[in-house]
């Protein structure tokens, strides 16, 4: 990327708090720097109120009418047009986009780099004591006054939890509310992200020697904290996405730290789905956060996703395992895909496999593991076969729409 190229961090997170001192201490830290927000709560009165400011304060507003009823549809056809503004102005060196409260980031990360514009981070501010607060929180978002549009059904729990996971980087807040079970719940939840503190300065300097920089310093005499660092790191929006299909997502590892404990829980066997149904609710409250991916033995060519938060659970058809595919169908998956196939792969089943992962304080991982193992096909309806499998009660077919 060239010096005068203009890079885009997308800063977001239900946590606005937190999410607002990540921002300003961009704009603190990074000279040429600028941030827009755009500020949906006004969606009701027809328009999306957009905020461009600087270290300095506020140097532009504006508004855009709804898009098919819709504030985000609204939001991404001004948002673009806004970046393209500071690319070809050639002074703005990083662009900050400030997500509203429930706009999650990967649909705006996914937009801005389908237009060609650089994405060099994406960016979920955490205020680690609200961690659980917000992950068992099963309010709609329009009870909350947070809906993105009329037909918007997500809750608070579930947009989070994909707000938290999405991001390569969680910019944490030094909370003083927050403790060692915080801390650890964040660390699972999310093992892979990089984890950089709000309001600590470089390494040379003292933490919150944040000062913005005088007019006309050079970048390289500025000194940076990690959250500046990290948002010129590099971002892959196609590859953040395969990390989030439900066929290789990666997902957390086995572990016990500070009175919270993650539970990977794998079989070969398919379910049997009237025995799983009966035991949703007691799984999806067993946790404050599941996912993963599962089979039933009425349906076996089907790969289910598994994604429950705030005790709700959301179950979707993620289109066929690999093991049912022609060879020639093999050729168009993507190599992740295969990747991740590879690596599960069973003489007898392929890919098919249960994988699912559970994270919560005080989490009874041997009471969870035997309530899910009792759901498995026993020795003698194993034996029956698919023939005998796909006469069995079809009760997923409420979650799937079949």
Not at 304 to 322: I, M, N, R, S, T
């Amino acid at each position: 990327m060239s010096d005068n190229e203009l890079s885009v961090a997308i800063v977001g997170g239900l946590h606005a708090d937190a999410r607002r001192a990540a921002v300003d201490q961009l704009l603190a830290e990074v000279p040429g720097s600028v941030a827009l927000h755009h500020d949906l709560s006004t969606a009701a009165d027809g328009t999306v109120r957009r905020t461009v400011r600087d270290r300095t304060g506020v140097t532009g507003t504006g508004e855009t009418p709804l898009v098919n009823d819709c504030a985000c549809c609204a939001l991404r056809e001004d948002l673009v047009p806004e970046l393209e503004r500071f690319a070809r102005d050639g002074t703005t060196r990083l662009a900050v986009v400030e997500l509203w409260d429930s706009v999650e980031p990967r649909a705006m990360a996914e937009v801005v780099a389908a237009s060609g514009l650089t994405v060099t981070s994406v960016i979920t501010a955490v205020d680690p004591a609200l961690l659980l607060p917000y992950l068992a929180n099963g309010d709609d978002l329009a009870e909350r006054g947070l809906a993105a549009a009329a037909t918007d059904q997500r809750t608070v729990a579930d947009t989070f939890a994909r707000q938290l996971e999405y991001a390569p980087v969680l910019a944490v807040t030094d909370s003083p509310e927050a403790d060692d079970e915080d801390r650890a719940l964040l660390a699972q939840l999310h093992p892979t992200a990089r984890r950089v503190p709000l309001g600590s300065g470089h390494p040379g300097n003292p933490a919150g020697a944040l000062a913005p920089p005088a007019a006309g310093a050079a970048d390289a005499a500025t000194p940076r904290s990690p959250l500046a660092e990290a948002a010129f790191a590099g971002f892959d929006a196609e590859a953040a996405a395969a990390a989030q299909h439900p066929a290789c997502a990666l997902l957390p590892v086995d572990a016990d730290e500070c009175g919270v404990a993650t539970l990977v829980w794998q079989g070969r066997r398919p379910f049997h789905p009237e025995r799983l149904y009966a035991a949703l609710e007691d799984l999806t409250c067993a946790a404050a956060r599941s996912r993963g991916r599962f089979w039933l033995a009425d349906r076996p060519d089907t790969l289910l996703h598994w994604d429950a938060a705030g005790g709700a659970l959301c179950v979707e058809a993620a289109g066929p395992w690999l093991a049912s595919l022609p060879d020639a169908a093999w050729d168009l998956v993507p190599p992740l895909r295969r990747a991740a196939a590879a690596l599960d792969w069973h003489p007898e089943h392929g890919d098919r496999c249960q994988h699912l992962v559970f994270t919560s304080p005080a989490l009874d991982r041997d009471g969870l593991a035997r309530l899910l193992e009792s759901c498995l096909l026993t020795d003698a309806e194993y034996a029956g076969g698919r023939d005998a499998w796909a006469r069995l009660p079809r009760p997923f077919d409420t979650f799937l729409e079949v």
